[in-house]
């Protein structure tokens, strides 16, 4: 706050309290530096709620009292502030899982300047980015929750903005169950490959069983 401010508050403080001697301005004067990083509504409250509580009798019992007053004014506005800039909490939300973001596939892409689509009648086919390599891409879109909005709303990139879950739905509706699908694929997968490598695996240990004579547990 400015001195202008400052001397405009401890004037109405003053009168309020019924301090008017030359001292009494003169003490409140000298507490600028101490006040001068509140604002002018931080010390009018203070000064309010001074009134409406025990207050120090003594004009120089004030600006200690002003200070823890003024303090708790401020703490409480910037964690006012600060509630009004952080997202909505949305742990209930079953399609985000509570992360305001939901992954999808993405539904085309420019190759080599020609446009590629990845959904073929209500199918996932993805497509192939770097030859000889066939891929499912995903990407995120903001998801239809609170959460999902305020982070749409909030979102400070210009050159790019992923799309809404509302939006997207309307490219691709179908895309839950070929997300389901492609994750069944690539669990099947995953088993072949595990199950591959234990044959691998069981193929060397009988040859070395075989070479070194080593018996199964419980084999005579
Ligand atoms: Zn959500």
């Known amino acids: 706050m400015t001195y202008p401010e400052y001397q405009e508050w401890a004037g109405k403080h003053t009168t309020r309290f019924g301090f ?31 009134s409406e509580g025990d207050y120090p009798g003594w004009a120089r019992e004030h600006p200690k009292a002003l200070l823890r007053l003024a303090s708790l004014v401020r703490a409480e506005r910037l964690q006012g502030d600060l509630d009004a800039t952080l997202p909505p909490d949305s742990p209930s939300c079953v399609e985000c899982g509570g992360s305001g973001w939901v992954s ?22 993805g497509f192939s980015i770097i030859p000889g390599t066939h891929g499912y891409y995903t990407c995120v879109v903001f998801c239809n929750c609170p959460l999902g909005y305020w982070k749409d709303s909030h979102w400070g990139r210009e050159d790019f903005k992923p799309m ?17 699908k492609r994750e069944f694929q690539e669990r099947q997968a995953a088993e072949l490959e595990r199950n591959g490598r234990r044959t691998a695996f069981d193929e060397v240990l009988d040859r070395l069983r075989a070479k070194c004579g080593i018996r199964e547990p419980g084999e005579e």
């Open 164 to 180: 809404r879950l509302d939006e997207y739905v309307r490219h691709n509706p179908n895309y839950r169950v070929q997300m389901r």
């Open 20 to 50: 008017n001697t030359e001292g009494d301005l003169k003490l409140f004067m000298e507490w600028f530096d101490v006040f001068k990083d509140f604002t002018a509504p931080d010390l009018a409250e203070a000064t309010l709620r001074m």
């Open 104 to 125: 999808v596939p993405v539904l085309s892409r420019k190759i080599d300047g020609k446009t590629v689509y990845a959904i073929d009648k209500n199918e996932w086919v």
